[in-house]
Structure formats: C-alpha cells, structure tokens
C-alpha cells in the first residue's frame, strides 16, 4: 500500500535508524550480544541511582552502589519488582528529572486482576517500535506500510465498529484493517472478510483465540480468504495443533510472540521455529525456577527493560512462566537467546493438596482430542476442578467421561472432574479467552 508505506516512513523516522541497529545486532555472537545488554543496563541503573527514589533508597537499604554490579549474576543481588510494589512506589519510581510532559501514560489490560499504570518515554516507545516493526513485519518478509488485517482486543485502540470513513482513513494512513477481537459475531466477521478481500492484506495479526475463532469461520464456510505471506499470532500462548490448523486455512505461515505493555515485544518466532528469539536488545530476561510437572527448566520469567527512563522496571516479575532453549545456535543465524516456549500465566498454574503443581498447557493440550471450540477449565479448589463447556456442543455422557478418564490420569489422587454446561463463555475486558484459570 504505497499511502500507508510513505505515510508511515514519514511517520516512523525516527524509528529507521533504531531499526537498522536491531537488524545488524541480531546476527551478532551471543557473547557480544550479552556484553551488549549489560553496557545498556548499566546505564540504565546508573541513571536510576542518581535519578529514581525508589532504586535509590533501595540500593541504599543493600549497602550497594551501580558499581558493584559487574555481570548479570550480580542482577539476583536486588529483589524482584513486583506489580504490587509497583503499585505500593508508583511516584517513587519515576524519575525525577522528567517533566510530567515527558511521560507516556500506559497500563495493563487487566485480564488476571486489577490493571498496572505506569510511564514510558519517546526513548523506550522508539527501540519497541522498532522491535515490532521487525517482528512483526520483517520476520514474515514483508515491510512497514504491507497491508495487514488485524483482530485486536483493546477497547481504548479498536473501536467496537468502524464507519466507512474511519475504515478508508486507517487504511490510507497505517494499511490496516480492523477488526475488535472482543465481539467476534457472525456478520461482523463477514464484513472483514469482504474488506480485507478488497485490501488484500500481506499479513494477518492478532489475538491467537482471536485468529482461530476467524479461522473456523473461514474454514467452516469454505470462504475464499485473500493469499497472505504469514500470520502473527499475539497475546496469548499457542499449541503446535492451534498453529498448524491457521497455518492450514490461510495457507501461510504463521509466527508466534510474545510480549505486554509494559515491555512491548519481548520475544518472537523465526522461520526456523526453533522457539522464540528474545529481543535482546530491548530487554533482559531471567528464568527464576519453579517446580512444575513436565517442566524440568521453566521459571518465572523476571524482565529488566533496558530503555525506559522515565519509569524503570528492574527485574520486573511480569506473572509468566517460560522454558528456557538449549539450542545455542539458531538456524535462521541470528545470536539472539531462544525461549523454548512460554507456558502462561501464573494464574493458570493449578496447585493441589499434596503439593503438585501443573501448567495450564497442559490441559489445553490434552483436549485436542475432542470435539470443543471453546472450553474453560476452571480450578475451584486445591481438590477440584470444574470444566466450562458450550452447550451447543452437545456432547454426550460417552464423550464426559472419556474427557474424565483421560485428565484423572494427570491430576493427582481424590482431584475431582466436574462439568459444567453453559450457553456462553465470558472474554476478558480486552476480548482474550481464558482456557485455563484458578479461582479460589
């Protein structure tokens, strides 16, 4: 779209030069790539000594100062920022030479509790446009201004229905083409399909639930979609099965990330598939151990963001759980580290009475050998776990107690398997499915 191409270019120029840097530094040695992070983090935390309350009074507290910290093992010397002290020390992270001009308002969605605000700065919004820009364009061959269809969740950025207008003025500027993942209903995606058959999008992005609720649709109504050249799957964590069936449909190949709001892109798919490639350049990432079955190496993920001023996160507990790759060299070439994948949210961590702890993944694993769209398991208690089920799938009594049998298998002795019977499935505020959640 040659509108949306100089349009953006214009608008994105400060972005370029930031662009070529990650373009080169991604096929660096890992070594250098390393030496690389801890120059921009010392940086960073020299500037959050001398401006910054709460790592000043912090540091303070350990008897230590920026130099002390000599490589990234000395990083495990200051505690873990969690979202609550985030919220407990807001004023006291931001840094006092920024004028309130200077600050980028931004926050959480909220899905898995009450939302996080905070602030960014131009330097931070410039390396993550960056970051995408390569993510999610580059890495399915296609530039800034390619035409891309997208289904997003966020109410303040995707309005709930666009006029004729609104749809041309988008297109023109960004080359895209919307559609609000949070009310995905027959007609309206009906009306994607007739405009993106008129923009001929080269891209398909969006929520992974999101994409796979539009894929059936095309599937299932033997739509003739556009030709694409890949698919970026966002926002939610994807199965091989899920990847391969969109991938299927649109006859492209698809991407997986991995990123939020308050790091941007933190890691993404290449060609190679052999993982996701974290954006080094951007953020620095630790695996804390956790015990979870079938994960021998997964760990809370705790990020440091190595561009964000205004507002630093230090080892920020962001409330994932990952695997760390120990594949030390990628085919695609790039010294980038791998994450061999990310598991999800701490919330979707069920834990029972005698101490097992399992990932959510796994029970959305187990369920592609039945007929269900949509599904929610639900953990009521350290003894028992509730399956939410469509009605209109109609399955039978045969079906429950395959379903039973197969999961009792997993679940640790006395853990008990009900079901539940409902006509719709609720998303979050910002149009996710949640397939797996703990509450109690």
Request: hydrophobic share 35%.
């Amino acid at each position: 779209m040659i509108t949306a191409r100089v349009y953006q270019c214009l608008s994105q120029r400060n972005v370029l030069p930031t662009l070529q840097s990650l373009k080169k530094i991604q096929y660096w040695p890992r070594e250098k790539i390393r030496d690389y992070q801890f120059g921009k983090f010392k940086r960073l935390l020299q500037h959050a000594y001398e401006q910054v309350p709460y790592y000043q009074n912090l540091l303070s507290s350990l008897g230590a100062t920026p130099g002390d910290f000599h490589n990234f093992d000395d990083l495990k010397k200051l505690p873990v920022l969690t979202k609550d002290l985030i919220r407990e020390n807001a004023a006291d992270l931001v840094a006092v030479s920024y004028k309130q001009d200077d600050l980028i308002p931004n926050s959480t969605g909220g899905s898995t509790g009450e939302p996080l605000h905070f602030y960014q700065d131009k330097n931070y919004e410039k390396w993550a446009d960056a970051a995408r820009i390569r993510g999610w364009y580059h890495l399915a061959g296609c530039g800034l201004g390619d035409t891309t269809a997208v289904l997003w969740g966020a109410m303040r950025e995707v309005k709930q229905d666009f006029t004729f207008r609104e749809r041309i003025t988008d297109f023109l500027k960004s080359g895209e083409v919307w559609l609000n993942a949070f009310n995905l209903s027959e007609q309206r995606k009906s009306d994607f399909v007739k405009w993106c058959r008129m923009a001929r999008p080269a891209l398909l992005r969006g929520y992974v639930t999101a994409i796979l609720d539009f894929a059936r649709f095309v599937d299932e109504n033997s739509i003739s979609f556009p030709p694409i050249k890949g698919i970026i799957l966002c926002a939610e964590t994807v199965d091989s099965v899920t990847q391969s069936y969109v991938e299927r449909v649109f006859k492209a190949p698809s991407f997986n990330t991995y990123g939020g709001r308050e790091l941007s892109l933190i890691a993404m798919e290449c060609p190679c598939k052999d993982g996701l490639h974290e954006v080094s350049e951007n953020n620095y990432i630790e695996f804390d151990p956790v015990d979870i079955s079938g994960y021998e190496d997964a760990g809370n993920l705790i990020v440091t963001n190595l561009n964000n001023y205004a507002m630093p996160f230090i080892r920020y507990q962001i409330g994932d759980i990952g695997v760390p790759s120990r594949t030390e060299h990628c085919g695609c070439g790039r010294g980038l580290p791998l994450i061999s994948k990310v598991i999800g949210r701490t919330t979707e961590v069920f834990e029972f009475m005698d101490g097992t702890r399992i990932a959510g993944e796994m029970f959305i694993h187990l369920m592609k050998e039945f007929p269900m769209d949509e599904y929610q398991f639900i953990q009521k208690s350290d003894m028992s776990v509730v399956l939410r089920y469509k009605r209109s799938n109609r399955l039978n009594e045969e079906v429950l107690q395959k379903i039973r049998e197969l999961y009792t298998r997993y679940l640790p002795h006395g853990v008990v398997l009900d079901f539940q019977a409902v006509d719709h499935i609720e998303k979050t505020q910002t149009g996710k499915f949640r397939f797996v959640l703990r509450d109690f």
